[in-house]
Protein backbone atom coordinates (compact mmCIF):
# COMPACT_ATOMS: atom_id res chain seq x y z
CA UNK A 1 0.00 0.00 0.00
CA UNK A 2 1.37 3.24 -0.98
CA UNK A 3 2.24 5.69 1.72
CA UNK A 4 -0.07 8.96 2.76
CA UNK A 5 2.07 12.28 2.21
CA UNK A 6 0.96 15.86 3.38
CA UNK A 7 -0.76 17.34 0.40
CA UNK A 8 1.55 19.03 -2.29
CA UNK A 9 2.05 22.46 -1.61
CA UNK A 10 1.95 21.96 2.55
CA UNK A 11 4.41 21.25 4.91
CA UNK A 12 3.82 19.67 8.56
CA UNK A 13 5.27 22.13 10.96
CA UNK A 14 7.14 19.62 13.27
CA UNK A 15 7.90 20.36 17.27
CA UNK A 16 12.00 21.71 16.47
CA UNK A 17 10.32 24.05 13.52
CA UNK A 18 7.34 25.14 15.72
CA UNK A 19 9.95 26.58 18.21
CA UNK A 20 10.25 29.86 16.17
CA UNK A 21 6.78 30.13 14.98
CA UNK A 22 5.51 30.74 18.59
CA UNK A 23 8.35 33.14 18.70
CA UNK A 24 7.05 35.00 15.89
CA UNK A 25 3.29 34.78 17.32
CA UNK A 26 4.12 35.70 20.35
CA UNK A 27 5.39 38.85 19.19
CA UNK A 28 2.54 39.37 16.54
CA UNK A 29 0.27 38.82 20.15
CA UNK A 30 2.19 41.42 21.95
CA UNK A 31 2.50 44.09 19.66
CA UNK A 32 -1.55 43.69 19.14
CA UNK A 33 -1.83 44.38 22.89
CA UNK A 34 0.27 47.33 22.61
CA UNK A 35 -1.08 48.91 19.97
CA UNK A 36 -4.60 48.23 20.91
CA UNK A 37 -5.78 45.69 18.59
CA UNK A 38 -8.97 43.59 19.14
CA UNK A 39 -8.91 40.05 18.21
CA UNK A 40 -11.41 38.49 15.69
CA UNK A 41 -12.02 35.33 14.01
CA UNK A 42 -13.63 34.43 11.06
CA UNK A 43 -14.65 31.50 9.24
CA UNK A 44 -11.69 29.54 7.29
CA UNK A 45 -13.86 29.40 4.35
CA UNK A 46 -16.71 31.76 2.69
CA UNK A 47 -18.79 32.47 -0.41
CA UNK A 48 -16.92 32.82 -3.55
CA UNK A 49 -18.75 35.81 -4.22
CA UNK A 50 -17.19 37.69 -1.28
CA UNK A 51 -13.78 37.25 -2.54
CA UNK A 52 -14.79 38.03 -6.45
CA UNK A 53 -16.59 41.39 -5.52
CA UNK A 54 -13.76 41.94 -2.43
CA UNK A 55 -10.65 40.74 -4.03
CA UNK A 56 -11.85 41.53 -7.47
CA UNK A 57 -12.77 38.90 -10.66
CA UNK A 58 -9.45 40.00 -12.23
CA UNK A 59 -7.31 39.64 -9.42
CA UNK A 60 -4.61 36.27 -9.33
CA UNK A 61 -6.28 35.27 -5.96
CA UNK A 62 -10.06 34.87 -7.21
CA UNK A 63 -8.85 33.94 -10.82
CA UNK A 64 -6.26 31.17 -10.52
CA UNK A 65 -5.48 30.95 -6.91
CA UNK A 66 -8.97 30.09 -4.82
CA UNK A 67 -9.33 26.80 -3.09
CA UNK A 68 -12.98 26.50 -4.08
CA UNK A 69 -15.48 24.08 -2.13
CA UNK A 70 -18.66 22.88 -3.72
CA UNK A 71 -21.57 19.96 -3.85
CA UNK A 72 -22.22 19.85 -0.36
CA UNK A 73 -25.79 18.64 0.43
CA UNK A 74 -28.87 20.28 1.70
CA UNK A 75 -30.28 23.44 1.49
CA UNK A 76 -29.39 25.79 -1.21
CA UNK A 77 -27.26 27.59 1.59
CA UNK A 78 -25.64 24.99 1.73
CA UNK A 79 -25.52 23.93 -1.85
CA UNK A 80 -23.70 27.52 -2.45
CA UNK A 81 -19.92 27.48 -4.01
CA UNK A 82 -17.26 28.33 -1.24
CA UNK A 83 -13.57 28.75 -1.18
CA UNK A 84 -11.40 28.38 1.88
CA UNK A 85 -9.77 32.19 2.54
CA UNK A 86 -6.89 33.25 0.71
CA UNK A 87 -6.87 36.57 2.50
CA UNK A 88 -9.17 37.49 5.64
CA UNK A 89 -9.66 41.41 5.16
CA UNK A 90 -12.80 40.71 3.21
CA UNK A 91 -13.92 38.06 5.73
CA UNK A 92 -13.21 41.05 8.47
CA UNK A 93 -15.08 43.18 6.49
CA UNK A 94 -18.19 41.09 6.00
CA UNK A 95 -18.14 40.13 9.74
CA UNK A 96 -17.89 44.43 10.22
CA UNK A 97 -21.24 44.60 7.97
CA UNK A 98 -23.47 41.55 9.08
CA UNK A 99 -22.76 42.62 13.08
CA UNK A 100 -22.99 46.37 12.45
CA UNK A 101 -19.88 46.61 14.24
CA UNK A 102 -19.86 50.59 12.45
CA UNK A 103 -22.14 51.51 15.70
CA UNK A 104 -19.33 50.69 18.13
CA UNK A 105 -16.90 53.22 19.12
CA UNK A 106 -14.37 53.99 16.39
CA UNK A 107 -11.75 53.91 14.59
CA UNK A 108 -12.46 49.64 15.35
CA UNK A 109 -8.98 48.47 15.58
CA UNK A 110 -8.86 44.23 14.68
CA UNK A 111 -6.65 41.48 14.58
CA UNK A 112 -6.30 38.05 13.74
CA UNK A 113 -3.67 35.11 12.79
CA UNK A 114 -4.62 32.13 11.14
CA UNK A 115 -3.85 29.87 7.99
CA UNK A 116 -4.83 31.42 4.70
CA UNK A 117 -4.81 29.35 1.65
CA UNK A 118 -3.92 29.76 -2.09
CA UNK A 119 -4.52 27.47 -4.97
CA UNK A 120 -0.54 28.43 -6.11
CA UNK A 121 2.24 27.02 -7.93
CA UNK A 122 4.35 25.66 -4.58
CA UNK A 123 7.62 27.44 -4.62
CA UNK A 124 10.65 28.51 -1.42
CA UNK A 125 8.74 29.76 1.10
CA UNK A 126 5.41 29.91 -0.72
CA UNK A 127 2.72 27.06 0.41
CA UNK A 128 -0.80 26.57 -0.16
CA UNK A 129 -1.41 27.05 3.57
CA UNK A 130 0.58 29.40 5.16
CA UNK A 131 0.02 31.28 8.23
CA UNK A 132 -1.01 35.03 8.51
CA UNK A 133 -0.71 38.08 11.19
CA UNK A 134 -3.30 40.33 10.08
CA UNK A 135 -4.46 43.63 11.22
CA UNK A 136 -7.06 46.18 10.45
CA UNK A 137 -8.72 49.31 10.86
CA UNK A 138 -11.80 50.64 10.20
CA UNK A 139 -13.44 53.98 10.32
CA UNK A 140 -10.05 56.18 10.00
CA UNK A 141 -9.75 57.83 6.84
CA UNK A 142 -6.39 59.85 7.64
CA UNK A 143 -2.80 59.34 6.95
CA UNK A 144 -1.65 58.93 10.54
CA UNK A 145 -2.35 55.55 10.93
CA UNK A 146 -1.26 54.41 7.44
CA UNK A 147 2.23 55.53 9.25
CA UNK A 148 1.46 53.79 12.23
CA UNK A 149 0.53 50.28 10.33
CA UNK A 150 3.54 50.58 8.52
CA UNK A 151 5.76 51.46 11.92
CA UNK A 152 4.02 48.64 13.69
CA UNK A 153 5.21 46.16 10.88
CA UNK A 154 8.92 47.40 10.82
CA UNK A 155 8.73 47.07 14.96
CA UNK A 156 7.41 43.62 14.14
CA UNK A 157 10.31 42.68 12.04
CA UNK A 158 12.66 44.35 14.42
CA UNK A 159 11.67 42.67 17.51
CA UNK A 160 11.38 39.29 16.11
CA UNK A 161 15.06 39.70 15.12
CA UNK A 162 15.48 41.11 11.41
CA UNK A 163 16.83 43.43 9.79
CA UNK A 164 17.31 45.35 6.48
CA UNK A 165 13.28 45.19 6.18
CA UNK A 166 12.73 48.16 3.75
CA UNK A 167 8.51 49.29 3.29
CA UNK A 168 8.24 50.20 -0.55
CA UNK A 169 5.24 52.63 -1.14
CA UNK A 170 3.23 54.13 -3.33
CA UNK A 171 -0.25 55.74 -3.86
CA UNK A 172 -2.71 54.28 -6.12
CA UNK A 173 -4.76 56.97 -6.43
CA UNK A 174 -9.31 56.62 -5.78
CA UNK A 175 -12.08 56.85 -7.78
CA UNK A 176 -11.72 60.22 -8.64
CA UNK A 177 -8.23 59.95 -10.09
CA UNK A 178 -7.62 56.29 -10.65
CA UNK A 179 -9.70 56.57 -14.25
CA UNK A 180 -7.10 58.84 -16.01
CA UNK A 181 -4.60 56.89 -14.72
CA UNK A 182 -5.88 53.92 -16.18
CA UNK A 183 -6.09 55.39 -19.29
CA UNK A 184 -2.46 56.73 -19.59
CA UNK A 185 -1.34 52.91 -18.82
CA UNK A 186 -3.84 51.80 -21.61
CA UNK A 187 -2.32 54.59 -24.03
CA UNK A 188 0.99 53.36 -23.42
CA UNK A 189 1.34 49.72 -23.25
CA UNK A 190 -1.48 49.42 -26.00
CA UNK A 191 1.02 49.91 -28.52
CA UNK A 192 3.57 47.82 -27.01
CA UNK A 193 1.34 44.68 -27.10
CA UNK A 194 3.27 42.22 -28.60
CA UNK A 195 6.18 43.04 -25.83
CA UNK A 196 3.86 41.45 -23.30
CA UNK A 197 3.47 38.21 -22.05
CA UNK A 198 -0.42 36.51 -22.15
CA UNK A 199 -0.96 37.48 -18.28
CA UNK A 200 -0.42 40.87 -19.02
CA UNK A 201 -2.31 41.26 -22.21
CA UNK A 202 -5.47 40.26 -20.34
CA UNK A 203 -4.69 42.83 -17.26
CA UNK A 204 -4.53 45.35 -19.69
CA UNK A 205 -8.20 44.94 -20.73
CA UNK A 206 -9.53 43.86 -17.58
CA UNK A 207 -7.28 46.02 -14.77
CA UNK A 208 -4.52 47.96 -16.54
CA UNK A 209 -3.00 48.75 -13.21
CA UNK A 210 -1.88 45.42 -12.46
CA UNK A 211 0.16 45.26 -15.63
CA UNK A 212 2.70 46.75 -13.55
CA UNK A 213 2.61 44.00 -11.28
CA UNK A 214 3.68 41.65 -13.66
CA UNK A 215 7.35 40.65 -12.67
CA UNK A 216 8.26 39.57 -16.68
CA UNK A 217 7.43 43.03 -17.64
CA UNK A 218 9.92 44.07 -19.60
CA UNK A 219 12.46 46.48 -17.51
CA UNK A 220 12.19 49.76 -20.19
CA UNK A 221 8.65 49.39 -20.61
CA UNK A 222 7.81 49.46 -17.14
CA UNK A 223 10.48 52.13 -16.68
CA UNK A 224 8.54 54.41 -18.64
CA UNK A 225 5.02 53.55 -17.63
CA UNK A 226 2.85 56.22 -16.16
CA UNK A 227 3.34 57.07 -12.57
CA UNK A 228 0.35 56.97 -10.45
CA UNK A 229 1.84 59.70 -8.35
CA UNK A 230 1.62 62.13 -11.34
CA UNK A 231 -1.86 61.31 -12.09
CA UNK A 232 -3.25 61.72 -8.37
CA UNK A 233 -5.76 64.30 -7.60
CA UNK A 234 -5.20 66.69 -4.82
CA UNK A 235 -6.71 65.13 -2.02
CA UNK A 236 -4.96 61.73 -2.60
CA UNK A 237 -1.68 64.17 -3.22
CA UNK A 238 -2.18 65.28 -0.37
CA UNK A 239 -2.68 62.04 1.84
CA UNK A 240 0.31 60.52 0.73
CA UNK A 241 2.54 63.66 1.39
CA UNK A 242 1.59 63.61 4.72
CA UNK A 243 1.99 60.12 4.85
CA UNK A 244 5.87 60.16 3.88
CA UNK A 245 5.95 63.18 6.34
CA UNK A 246 4.72 61.37 9.05
CA UNK A 247 7.15 58.13 7.88
CA UNK A 248 10.11 60.38 7.90
CA UNK A 249 9.01 62.24 11.70
CA UNK A 250 9.21 58.84 13.24
CA UNK A 251 11.70 56.92 11.29
CA UNK A 252 10.70 53.96 9.36
CA UNK A 253 13.20 53.16 6.89
CA UNK A 254 11.00 53.37 3.41
CA UNK A 255 11.56 53.95 -0.53
CA UNK A 256 8.61 54.89 -2.93
CA UNK A 257 8.05 52.11 -5.61
CA UNK A 258 6.61 53.84 -8.16
CA UNK A 259 5.51 50.04 -9.55
CA UNK A 260 3.97 48.70 -6.66
CA UNK A 261 -0.12 48.77 -7.20
CA UNK A 262 -0.59 45.35 -4.81
CA UNK A 263 -2.47 42.39 -6.48
CA UNK A 264 -5.95 42.64 -4.88
CA UNK A 265 -8.55 45.42 -6.32
CA UNK A 266 -9.98 46.61 -2.87
CA UNK A 267 -6.55 48.86 -2.48
CA UNK A 268 -7.32 52.92 -2.91
CA UNK A 269 -4.17 54.99 -1.87
CA UNK A 270 -1.13 53.91 0.44
CA UNK A 271 -0.07 50.87 -0.90
CA UNK A 272 3.28 48.96 0.42
CA UNK A 273 5.05 45.60 1.04
CA UNK A 274 7.81 44.59 3.34
CA UNK A 275 11.13 43.44 1.84
CA UNK A 276 15.02 42.47 2.61
CA UNK A 277 16.70 45.48 1.20
CA UNK A 278 18.73 44.18 -1.65
CA UNK A 279 16.85 41.07 -2.32
CA UNK A 280 13.51 42.95 -3.78
CA UNK A 281 11.82 39.99 -6.74
CA UNK A 282 9.05 37.89 -6.83
CA UNK A 283 8.94 36.21 -3.57
CA UNK A 284 10.90 38.19 -1.49
CA UNK A 285 7.73 40.25 0.00
CA UNK A 286 7.20 39.70 3.81
CA UNK A 287 4.32 40.90 3.93
CA UNK A 288 2.20 44.48 3.03
CA UNK A 289 -1.13 45.77 2.73
CA UNK A 290 -3.29 49.26 1.97
CA UNK A 291 -6.08 50.97 2.08
CA UNK A 292 -9.27 49.63 1.00
CA UNK A 293 -11.57 52.94 1.62
CA UNK A 294 -14.43 51.77 -0.91
CA UNK A 295 -14.52 48.03 0.14
CA UNK A 296 -17.08 48.32 3.12
CA UNK A 297 -19.36 50.13 0.42
CA UNK A 298 -18.79 47.26 -2.57
CA UNK A 299 -19.85 44.80 0.13
CA UNK A 300 -23.06 46.06 1.25
CA UNK A 301 -22.18 47.95 3.81
CA UNK A 302 -21.78 52.09 4.53
CA UNK A 303 -19.11 54.24 3.29
CA UNK A 304 -16.20 53.46 5.59
CA UNK A 305 -12.45 54.20 5.36
CA UNK A 306 -10.58 51.13 5.75
CA UNK A 307 -6.54 50.01 6.34
CA UNK A 308 -4.94 46.91 6.96
CA UNK A 309 -1.88 44.66 6.55
CA UNK A 310 -0.73 41.28 5.86
CA UNK A 311 2.57 39.47 7.56
CA UNK A 312 3.55 35.79 6.24
CA UNK A 313 5.10 34.15 9.31
CA UNK A 314 6.37 30.92 7.13
CA UNK A 315 8.24 34.03 5.14
CA UNK A 316 9.30 35.94 8.39
CA UNK A 317 10.79 32.84 9.60
CA UNK A 318 12.42 31.89 6.41
CA UNK A 319 14.28 35.59 6.48
CA UNK A 320 15.04 34.82 10.39
CA UNK A 321 16.70 31.24 9.56
CA UNK A 322 18.90 32.71 6.28
CA UNK A 323 20.05 35.82 8.49
CA UNK A 324 20.67 33.21 11.57
CA UNK A 325 18.44 34.90 13.90
CA UNK A 326 18.46 32.82 17.46
CA UNK A 327 15.23 32.50 18.17
CA UNK A 328 14.96 33.13 22.90
CA UNK A 329 14.22 30.13 24.66
CA UNK A 330 10.88 29.90 25.90
CA UNK A 331 11.90 29.26 29.48
CA UNK A 332 13.71 26.37 31.82
CA UNK A 333 12.70 23.48 31.03
CA UNK A 334 12.41 21.10 34.17
CA UNK A 335 12.74 17.28 34.23
CA UNK A 336 10.90 15.58 37.60
CA UNK A 337 12.73 12.05 38.06
CA UNK A 338 12.47 9.33 40.87
CA UNK A 339 13.70 5.89 41.72
CA UNK A 340 11.23 2.90 41.59
CA UNK A 341 7.59 3.76 41.86
CA UNK A 342 7.01 6.88 43.35
CA UNK A 343 5.04 8.11 40.48
CA UNK A 344 2.63 9.81 42.79
CA UNK A 345 5.51 12.24 44.47
CA UNK A 346 6.73 12.99 40.71
CA UNK A 347 3.23 13.92 39.49
CA UNK A 348 2.56 15.92 42.73
CA UNK A 349 5.87 17.81 42.91
CA UNK A 350 5.47 18.61 39.31
CA UNK A 351 1.56 20.14 39.79
CA UNK A 352 3.74 22.03 42.51
CA UNK A 353 6.02 23.64 40.32
CA UNK A 354 3.31 24.05 37.48
CA UNK A 355 2.22 26.02 39.93
CA UNK A 356 5.28 28.54 40.08
CA UNK A 357 4.92 28.80 36.51
CA UNK A 358 7.66 26.43 35.34
CA UNK A 359 7.39 24.26 32.34
CA UNK A 360 8.05 20.32 33.93
CA UNK A 361 8.49 17.05 32.38
CA UNK A 362 7.60 14.36 34.86
CA UNK A 363 9.13 10.77 34.13
CA UNK A 364 6.63 8.76 34.11
CA UNK A 365 8.74 5.10 33.72
CA UNK A 366 10.76 2.99 36.16
CA UNK A 367 13.50 3.08 34.33
CA UNK A 368 17.05 3.30 36.45
CA UNK A 369 18.00 7.00 37.43
CA UNK A 370 20.68 7.70 35.02
CA UNK A 371 18.42 6.65 32.68
CA UNK A 372 16.00 9.09 33.59
CA UNK A 373 18.47 11.91 33.53
CA UNK A 374 19.96 10.78 29.95
CA UNK A 375 16.31 11.40 28.99
CA UNK A 376 15.94 14.48 30.46
CA UNK A 377 18.80 16.01 28.68
CA UNK A 378 18.23 15.20 24.97
CA UNK A 379 14.43 15.99 25.65
CA UNK A 380 16.43 19.70 26.57
CA UNK A 381 15.73 20.30 29.83
CA UNK A 382 18.02 22.14 31.76
CA UNK A 383 17.25 20.82 35.44
CA UNK A 384 16.15 17.72 37.10
CA UNK A 385 14.46 17.41 40.32
CA UNK A 386 15.43 14.06 41.96
CA UNK A 387 12.68 12.88 44.11
CA UNK A 388 14.18 11.04 47.04
CA UNK A 389 13.69 10.41 50.95
CA UNK A 390 14.06 14.19 51.19
CA UNK A 391 10.42 14.77 50.24
CA UNK A 392 9.31 13.85 53.38
CA UNK A 393 11.40 16.88 54.44
CA UNK A 394 9.67 19.17 51.56
CA UNK A 395 13.15 19.15 49.59
CA UNK A 396 14.44 17.47 46.71
CA UNK A 397 17.58 17.37 44.73
CA UNK A 398 18.22 19.66 42.27
CA UNK A 399 20.66 19.05 39.46
CA UNK A 400 21.91 21.32 36.69
CA UNK A 401 21.97 18.66 33.77
CA UNK A 402 25.01 21.17 31.86
CA UNK A 403 26.91 21.27 34.66
CA UNK A 404 26.53 18.15 36.50
CA UNK A 405 26.44 20.38 39.63
CA UNK A 406 23.53 19.18 42.78
CA UNK A 407 22.14 20.38 45.56
CA UNK A 408 19.46 19.61 48.27
CA UNK A 409 16.59 22.74 48.31
CA UNK A 410 13.55 23.09 49.15
CA UNK A 411 10.58 22.35 46.86
CA UNK A 412 9.22 26.21 46.86
CA UNK A 413 12.73 27.32 46.03
CA UNK A 414 13.32 25.10 42.94
CA UNK A 415 11.48 27.67 40.29
CA UNK A 416 13.95 30.74 41.67
CA UNK A 417 16.60 28.70 41.56
CA UNK A 418 16.46 27.34 37.49
CA UNK A 419 15.52 31.02 36.61
CA UNK A 420 18.90 32.16 38.14
Same mark, same amino acid.
Given at each position: ????????????????????????????????? =?? +??????? *??? %? /????? #? $???? !????????????????????????????????????????????????????????????????????????????????????????????????????????????????????????????? =?? +??????? *??? %? /????? #? $???? !????????????????????????????????????????????????????????????????????????????????????????????????????????????????????????????????????????????????????????????????????????????????????????????????????????????????????????
Amino acid at each position: MPQITAPRGTRDLLPEEAVAFSHVESVSRDLAR =RY +AFERIEI *PLF %E /RVELF #A $RGLG !ESSDAVEKEMFRVGGARGSDEERAEWALRPEPTAGIVRAFIEHGMHVRPGPLRLTTTGPMFRYDRPQAGRYRQFSQWDVEVLGDPGPAVDAELIELAHRFYAEVGLSGVVAHVNSIGDAACRPPY =RE +ALVDHFR *PHV %E /RLGED #A $RRRL !EVNPLRVLDDKALDPDLAASAPRSVDHLCEPCREHFAAVLALLDAVGARYEVDHRLVRGLDYYTRTAFEFVIAGREGQQQALGGGGRYDGLVEVLGGRPTAGIGFGIGLDRTVLAMDEQGVTVPPAGPLVAVVGFGDDHADRLRVAATLRDAGLAVRPDGTSRKLGKQLESAAKAGAGWAVIIGEELARGEVGLKDLATGGQRTIGVDEVATAVRG
